[in-house]
Each structure stands twice: as structure tokens, then as C-alpha cells.
């Protein structure tokens, strides 16, 4: 049920693509269990067999943010951990950045660019922070101050809880374990 819907919704984002542009290799409910009383809803990884479609669809509702019954949907790349990680170390750095009004880009596996006066500036590891703010003409900037974490309690990634329920340990058995 949940293939036809989303097709449905890409259509309506990308009503240029043919039927057989919005190709599905994958698409499944988060591989969490709901909470009891939760009220957004669980996250869809979905897989396009298409990667330029994939990336129009990720314009297309960057550019135009969609609602479904009252909620907005948004769409988010399925990043790593260690990726998730570094770009939040950076935050104080793309915090200046959009506070000046500078456009940045985030490359893959991690790289952050900034287009200024008509040069590509990249940052490819933490440790270059500083010399990067200042090619840019930014303050010094303080990558070491603890950050507020925004992610909800227990939750690492996108790919999952990371607070575990405390377990009893298992009943001893009444029969004796041989010794090895």
C-alpha cells in the first residue's frame, strides 16, 4: 500500500516524469518500532532506481514543500552516522554561514563548499575549519564548545534508537551447564 501512495505524491512533485521514470527499487517503514503515543509518524526509506530522479524529487520539495492531511512531508538524504556527526561538530561554522547569508553545499562522503566572489572554497576535514572561516572572512570560530543536540532523546541517526530497555537476566536454569 505504501508504493502506490508514494507515486502518487511524486507525480505530483514531478509531473514531468513518466510513470516509468519513478521507478521503486525500495520503499519500507523505518525499521523502528512506533512509540505507544507518538504523534509524527515514522520515517520511509525509500530507495529510487533512478538517481536523477531522485535528486529532482529532493529539489522539487525543497522548492515546494508538500502537506498530506495537514502534516508537511519532508524528504532527507539517509546519511551515516559518522557523516551526521562531523556536519553537526560544524555547526557553529554553517550557523555564521547562513547568518552572513552565505549559500553552502554539503558534498559527499563530507566536504562543505562555499561559492565566494567567484571561487569555490571546500572544507574536507574538521581540522581545516579555521583556516576555511578565514579564506572566507568570517570570525574565528569555536568548533570545541558543546552544540545543543536537536535529535530527539535515545536516537543516534536516522537508522535507529540507541537507548535500550533495562532487561531482567535470564532466569538461571535449574539444570547445571557443563564445564568446558
Known amino acids: ?58 529539489r522539487a520539495a525543497r522548492d515546494n514543500p508538500l502537506q498530506i492531511e495537514g502534516h508537511q512531508v519532508c524528504f532527507y538524504q539517509d546519511l551515516a552516522p559518522s557523516t551526521l556527526r562531523k556536519r553537526r561538530e560544524l555547526r557553529p561554522l554553517t550557523l555564521e554561514l547562513a547568518r552572513r547569508h ?38 574565528a570560530i569555536d568548533l570545541t564548545a558543546e552544540q545543543p543536540d536537536r535529535r530527539p532523546a535515545g536516537r543516534l541517526s536516522p537508522r535507529g534508537p540507541t537507548l535500550h530497555p533495562t532487561r531482567a537476566p535470564p532466569p538461571s536454569s535449574p539444570h547445571p551447564q557443563p564445564a568446558t
Open 102 to 139: 552565505i549559500r553552502y553545499t554539503w558534498g559527499h562522503p563530507f566536504k562543505l563548499q562555499v561559492r565566494q566572489n567567484n571561487r569555490v572554497h571546500t572544507l574536507y576535514h574538521i581540522s581545516e575549519a579555521t583556516a576555511f572561516a578565514e579564506r572566507l572572512g568570517l570570525p
Open 1 to 58: 500500500m505504501l508504493a502506490p501512495t508514494l507515486r502518487e505524491l511524486f507525480c505530483s512533485l514531478l509531473p514531468e516524469a513518466s510513470p516509468a521514470e519513478l521507478l521503486l527499487d525500495r520503499a519500507h517503514r523505518a525499521l523502528k518500532a512506533p512509540l505507544p503515543n507518538a504523534t509524527q509518524p515514522r520515517d520511509i526509506i525509500i530507495r529510487m532506481h533512478y538517481f536523477h530522479i531522485k535528486e529532482a524529487l529532493m
